[in-house]
Every structure is written in C-alpha cells, then in structure tokens.
C-alpha cells in the first residue's frame, strides 16, 4: 500500500498516533493511545474518532480493543512514517531555503505534505543534504524508514545544577517557540535549571556554549512548556558539576537504549 491511496484524514491519523507514541518516549510508534486522547489532539468528538479508527482497523493499519488503547500494526507505522518524513522534511526546506522562523512552519506543512509526491521529497532531502533533524529537534525518517531514537528526557524532569543540551521542542505551540527564540533557546542550547519547580514554573539559565558561565538572562517556563523541551545530558560537566549525576540522570537513559537493543 502506497500512502498517496488513503484519504488525507487517514494520513493525518497515521502521522498524530505516531506523534503521540514518540513524544511518550515509546520508540517504533508503539505507544497504545486511548481515544480520548486521540480525539483532544484531533480535536474531535470521541464518536466522530472512534468511526475514524474503525476504518483503520478495516485497513489493517491499527490494532484497537475495546476499552483499551489505539496501536499502530507494522504497516500503519511504515506509513506513519512516510507522513512524518515529508512533514520534518518540508518543515526543515522552509526554514533552510525560504527563510520561515520555526513557528512558522508546522502549520504550511501540515498543508504541504499530503500533496507532495515521494520524487519532490526526495529532490528536497538530497538539496538539503539529508538532514537528520528538523528545525525543532525532531529526527528526520530516512528514505527506507530508519528513524534515530535520541533517548531524551523532558526539562521539566531535569535535576537542578545540571548543565544539559536541547534536543527537541514540541512544534505545535508557535507562542512557545517565539517565547524560547527570544531567549535563545533551541537545539544544541546549553542550559541549567537553577533550582527544584516552584509555583508551577521551572527557571532555567542559558549557558555559554564554551562554558559552563551564564549567558544571558534567567527565563521562567510553566512546568508544561518545559515538558515541551526534551534534553540530553552534556556529559563533559557531569563531573564537575554533580558527581552523582551520571547516575541519576545519564544512566536511566543508557538503560532505555540497552531494554531498546
């Protein structure tokens, strides 16, 4: 089955199942979404979302129970994927080649992508050079469907003290996106919490990225904008900064990719 037969709402239902077991941290986009959650990021009536999955379920693309979660079968996440290569792709030629601040791509394509045919995608991905990331972070699927897991964690989880590295922002909520722009944070940022949530808020100090020295002004994120943010540890300070922290923070997520392999 070639994605280009299914009606664009089916892709768009690929591509947010996927999106939701990735942002889980469940590689392979095997994350088991229930319907109620589906229907609040499709922004439909759970009656109107149960049909949908029905006709999925007829298509051999998910797998869903009743009472029980929506999960992608082998074929639905190949196709999924496909969604989410044009759509990081696309995103990325807007940024690189036509000048779009990344708030302002996720909405274009969204539109772009169910009309792209696989030769302009693949035109788009040798002009950029094969890009392994998006604007926001996300990994670019390869050609053959290959996707990098990047074993993150969310800032809003990050221990105080510890300088980490942004990997990713969540690309659906452009006020954040300006927000984070402002305060020169985005991928490759080097950032520290500066103490334990107060308040709903999580402070966070933008470092050099050099040295471990300030950079900048302190910015104040609501705990949910910074589950948004997802991180790396920069291994070259733990030790100097928190000699406990390689275990706390490096090593649950060595563990994910040793249960992984």
Not at 150 to 176: F, H, K, R, T, Y
Request: hydrophobic share 40%; glycine share 6%.
């Amino acid at each position: 089955m070639h994605i280009g037969e299914l009606p664009q709402r089916t892709q768009e239902y690929l591509k947010l199942l996927w999106g939701i077991s990735e942002r889980s941290g469940e590689s392979g986009g095997q994350a088991s979404v229930s319907l109620s959650e589906l229907s609040r990021r499709a922004q439909q009536k759970n009656s109107t979302t149960s049909e949908a999955i029905k006709r999925l379920q007829a298509r051999g693309l998910v797998e869903h129970e009743p009472y029980s979660g929506v999960k992608l079968t082998e074929l639905g996440a190949r196709l999924a994927l496909v969604m989410i290569r044009r759509h990081r792709l696309i995103e990325t030629f807007l940024v690189e080649t036509l000048g779009y601040t990344w708030d302002e791509i996720h909405t274009d394509a969204d539109l772009l992508e169910h009309a792209a045919s696989d030769r302009f995608i693949n035109r788009i991905d040798a002009l950029l050079d094969f890009p392994t990331r998006d604007p926001h972070g996300d990994p670019i699927p390869s050609a053959d469907g290959q996707v990098e897991d990047l074993g993150v964690m969310s800032l809003a989880e990050c221990e105080p003290g510890l300088p980490v590295v942004i990997e990713q922002v969540n690309d659906e909520d452009p006020e954040l996106l300006r927000y984070l722009a402002a305060h020169d944070i985005a991928p490759g940022s080097r950032v520290r919490v500066t103490s334990p949530s107060v308040a709903g808020l999580v402070h966070v100090q933008v470092l050099s990225s050099t040295t471990d020295e300030p950079a900048g002004d302190p910015v104040a994120l609501a705990v949910k904008a910074a589950a948004d943010v997802k991180i790396s540890v920069d291994n070259d300070s733990l030790a100097d900064v928190h000699p406990t922290a390689e275990d706390s923070i490096a090593e649950p997520i060595a563990e994910r990719h040793s249960n992984e392999n």
